[in-house]
C-alpha cells in the first residue's frame, strides 16, 4: 500500500510538471506606452506560470521608439522564450514593429504578410533635413544591427530597412542569407507544430529545446484601462476629443441647465487627459490649440462676424501641426484630417454664433422692455395730457397721451413709465390686441 501511494504520488507530480503552457497575446495598434506595458505583463505572467513560450501576434504600422526599445528589453531579459509572430495573412509589422520582430528569441511571418521600417520624417510630417535624417536614420540602424547581430539575422538587411526604408515579404525575409526571420506558418497551430523541439539560442547565449506538443494555450488580452488607453491613445482621437470636450463645455457654460454638452464634454476632456499622457505632445503645439479653442469661445460670446473665429482657426491649425512631437508618420495628424476636422469645428462655432447674434436681436417679450410696440385698447377716453385706463396683455394700466382717443379705440404703446404707459391712437383696427 506504501510503494503504490508512492509511486501514484510520483505519476501525478510528473503528470503536473510535464504540463506545457503557452501564453498567447496579440498586439494590434500603434507601439506606444499601453502596447509596452500590455507585452511586459503578458512576459511577466508567462514567467510566473513557469510557461514554456510566449507567442505574441503582432500587427502595426510602427510607433514610438522608446516604447519599442521597452519592449524588446523585456523580450530580451524574460525567463521564457518569445516568439514574435506577424499574422495573420494580409498584415504587416513595419517600422518599430521591425524591429520588434528581429529582437524576438524566434520570428515567425504568415503567408501574404511584410515586414520594414519607414525613413525617419520631421514632426510636420516632411521630410527632415540632410543632417538631422543622417543622424535620426544612423541611431536606429544602429539599434536594428545590434539586435540582428546579437540574434544571428541577416545585419545588412536589417540595416537598408532603416537606411534605406526597405520592406521585405515574408519569403524574402526566410530565404535571406543569413535569414531575417526563422518560420512562415499559416496560423498559431502550424506555427507551434513547427516549433516543437527546435532549439533556440536565447540573448544570453543559453539554448533552449522548445516543447509545444498538447500546449495549454493561456490567451492573455488587455485589461480595461488598457483598451480605453489604446483606444484613445492616437493624436487624431485624442485632438477630437479635446476639441469636442472643451467646445461642449462652453456650450453648457453659454447655455446654463443644458446638462447633456457638459456631461459629454467633461468625458471628452477626460478622454483627452488620459491620451495626452502617454502621448509625446509638444505643448508650445497644445497651448496654440487650447488659444485657438478660446479664440473661438470668444467668437460664441461676443459674437464678432468672424473675426475671432478665423484667429482661433488658424491657431488651432498651426497646433496641431506641431503637437505631436514625433518623428514617426503614423503619431502625424496630416493636413487631411487637420483641415477636416478645423473646418468642421469653425462651421459649428459659426452656427452657435449666428444663432446668439439672432437672439440678440430677438425683442424682449417680458418685463418693461416687453411692453413696447405692443397694443391696447382704451377702456375710456383719454384727452390729450390727460390719463385714462387700457388694456393689454390681459391687464388694466393706466395710460396717458399726447392726443385724444375715443373709449374702444386700439392703442400702440410707446413707453413705460414706472406703472404708467405711454400710447398713441392705432390708425389702422387689428383685432386681438387686448
Given at each position: 500500500?506504501?510503494?503504490?501511494?508512492?509511486?501514484?504520488?510520483?505519476?501525478?507530480t510528473?503528470?503536473e510538471?510535464?504540463d506545457?503552457?503557452?501564453?498567447?497575446?496579440?498586439?494590434?495598434?500603434l507601439?506606444?506606452?499601453v502596447?509596452a506595458?500590455?507585452?511586459?505583463q503578458?512576459?511577466n505572467?508567462?514567467?510566473?506560470?513557469?510557461?514554456a513560450?510566449?507567442?505574441l501576434?503582432?500587427?502595426?504600422?510602427?510607433?514610438?521608439?522608446?516604447?519599442?526599445?521597452a519592449?524588446?528589453?523585456?523580450?530580451?531579459?524574460?525567463?521564457?522564450?518569445?516568439?514574435?509572430?506577424?499574422?495573420?495573412?494580409?498584415?504587416?509589422?513595419?517600422?518599430?514593429?521591425?524591429?520588434?520582430t528581429?529582437?524576438?528569441d524566434?520570428?515567425?511571418?504568415?503567408?501574404?504578410?511584410?515586414?520594414?521600417?519607414?525613413?525617419?520624417?520631421?514632426?510636420?510630417?516632411?521630410?527632415?533635413?540632410?543632417?538631422?535624417?543622417?543622424?535620426?536614420?544612423s541611431?536606429?540602424?544602429?539599434?536594428?544591427?545590434?539586435?540582428?547581430?546579437?540574434?544571428?539575422?541577416?545585419?545588412?538587411?536589417?540595416?537598408?530597412?532603416?537606411?534605406?526604408?526597405?520592406?521585405?515579404?515574408?519569403?524574402?525575409?526566410?530565404?535571406a542569407?543569413?535569414?531575417?526571420?526563422?518560420?512562415?506558418?499559416?496560423?498559431?497551430?502550424?506555427?507551434?507544430?513547427?516549433?516543437d523541439?527546435?532549439?533556440v539560442?536565447?540573448?544570453n547565449?543559453?539554448?533552449?529545446?522548445?516543447r509545444?506538443?498538447?500546449?495549454?494555450?493561456?490567451?492573455?488580452?488587455m485589461?480595461w484601462?488598457?483598451?480605453?488607453?489604446?483606444?484613445?491613445?492616437?493624436?487624431q482621437?485624442?485632438?477630437?476629443?479635446?476639441s469636442?470636450?472643451?467646445?461642449?463645455?462652453?456650450?453648457?457654460?453659454?447655455?446654463?441647465?443644458?446638462?447633456?454638452?457638459?456631461?459629454?464634454?467633461?468625458?471628452?476632456?477626460?478622454?483627452?487627459?488620459?491620451?495626452f499622457?502617454i502621448?509625446?505632445?509638444?505643448?508650445?503645439?497644445?497651448?496654440l490649440?487650447?488659444?485657438?479653442?478660446?479664440l473661438?469661445?470668444?467668437?460664441?460670446?461676443?459674437?464678432?462676424?468672424?473675426?475671432?473665429?478665423?484667429?482661433?482657426i488658424?491657431?488651432?491649425?498651426?497646433?496641431?501641426?506641431?503637437?505631436?512631437d514625433?518623428?514617426?508618420?503614423?503619431?502625424?495628424l496630416?493636413?487631411?484630417?487637420?483641415?477636416?476636422?478645423?473646418?468642421?469645428?469653425?462651421l459649428i462655432?459659426?452656427?452657435?454664433?449666428r444663432?446668439?447674434?439672432r437672439?440678440q436681436?430677438?425683442?424682449?417679450?417680458?418685463?418693461?422692455?416687453?411692453?413696447?410696440e405692443q397694443?391696447?385698447?382704451?377702456?375710456?377716453?383719454?384727452?390729450?395730457?390727460?390719463a385714462?385706463?387700457?388694456?393689454?396683455?390681459?391687464?388694466?394700466w393706466?395710460?396717458?397721451?399726447?392726443?385724444?382717443?375715443?373709449?374702444?379705440?386700439?392703442?400702440?404703446?410707446?413707453?413705460?413709465?414706472?406703472?404708467?404707459?405711454?400710447?398713441?391712437r392705432?390708425?389702422?383696427?387689428?383685432?386681438?390686441g387686448s
Amino acid at each position: 500500500m506504501v510503494v503504490s501511494s508512492v509511486l501514484a504520488a510520483a505519476q501525478k507530480t510528473t503528470t503536473e510538471t510535464d504540463d506545457v503552457i503557452i501564453y498567447v497575446a496579440e498586439v494590434d495598434a500603434l507601439i506606444h506606452p499601453v502596447s509596452a506595458e500590455f507585452i511586459r505583463q503578458t512576459i511577466n505572467q508567462a514567467n510566473a506560470a513557469d510557461a514554456a513560450l510566449v507567442v505574441l501576434t503582432l500587427r502595426t504600422p510602427g510607433g514610438l521608439v522608446d516604447a519599442t526599445r521597452a519592449i524588446n528589453t523585456s523580450i530580451i531579459e524574460s525567463e521564457t522564450p518569445v516568439v514574435v509572430y506577424v499574422g495573420p495573412s494580409g498584415t504587416r509589422a513595419a517600422s518599430a514593429g521591425f524591429l520588434i520582430t528581429i529582437a524576438a528569441d524566434i520570428a515567425a511571418m504568415a503567408p501574404g504578410t511584410h515586414i520594414g521600417a519607414a525613413h525617419p520624417v520631421a514632426g510636420t510630417g516632411q521630410a527632415m533635413d540632410e543632417t538631422m535624417a543622417k543622424k535620426a536614420a544612423s541611431d536606429v540602424a544602429a539599434y536594428a544591427r545590434s539586435l540582428a547581430s546579437q540574434r544571428r539575422r541577416n545585419i545588412e538587411l536589417a540595416e537598408k530597412a532603416v537606411t534605406e526604408s526597405q520592406s521585405f515579404t515574408e519569403e524574402e525575409a526566410l530565404q535571406a542569407e543569413p535569414p531575417l526571420i526563422d518560420v512562415i506558418a499559416a496560423d498559431l497551430d502550424e506555427l507551434l507544430d513547427q516549433l516543437d523541439g527546435r532549439k533556440v539560442t536565447r540573448w544570453n547565449g543559453n539554448v533552449v529545446v522548445l516543447r509545444t506538443t498538447n500546449a495549454i494555450i493561456e490567451r492573455v488580452e488587455m485589461n480595461w484601462r488598457q483598451q480605453l488607453l489604446s483606444a484613445v491613445a492616437h493624436p487624431q482621437v485624442a485632438v477630437l476629443l479635446f476639441s469636442l470636450g472643451t467646445l461642449g463645455l462652453t456650450i453648457e457654460l453659454w447655455n446654463p441647465g443644458g446638462i447633456f454638452p457638459g456631461i459629454v464634454g467633461a468625458l471628452c476632456l477626460l478622454l483627452a487627459f488620459f491620451a495626452f499622457q502617454i502621448l509625446p505632445i509638444n505643448y508650445v503645439g497644445l497651448l496654440l490649440i487650447l488659444f485657438g479653442l478660446a479664440l473661438l469661445m470668444a467668437e460664441m460670446l461676443t459674437a464678432t462676424y468672424g473675426l475671432l473665429a478665423a484667429g482661433g482657426i488658424v491657431s488651432m491649425v498651426l497646433g496641431s501641426l506641431m503637437l505631436v512631437d514625433s518623428a514617426v508618420p503614423e503619431f502625424q495628424l496630416g493636413w487631411p484630417f487637420i483641415l477636416s476636422s478645423m473646418f468642421a469645428l469653425g462651421l459649428i462655432v459659426s452656427l452657435l454664433a449666428r444663432l446668439g447674434v439672432r437672439a440678440q436681436l430677438v425683442r424682449p417679450v417680458t418685463g418693461r422692455s416687453g411692453m413696447i410696440e405692443q397694443l391696447g385698447r382704451a377702456m375710456e377716453p383719454i384727452v390729450a395730457g390727460g390719463a385714462g385706463m387700457v388694456s393689454t396683455h390681459g391687464e388694466l394700466w393706466s395710460a396717458t397721451s399726447d392726443e385724444d382717443i375715443r373709449e374702444g379705440d386700439e392703442v400702440l404703446i410707446v413707453a413705460v413709465d414706472g406703472m404708467q404707459l405711454t400710447v398713441k391712437r392705432q390708425p389702422f383696427q387689428i383685432s386681438g390686441g387686448s
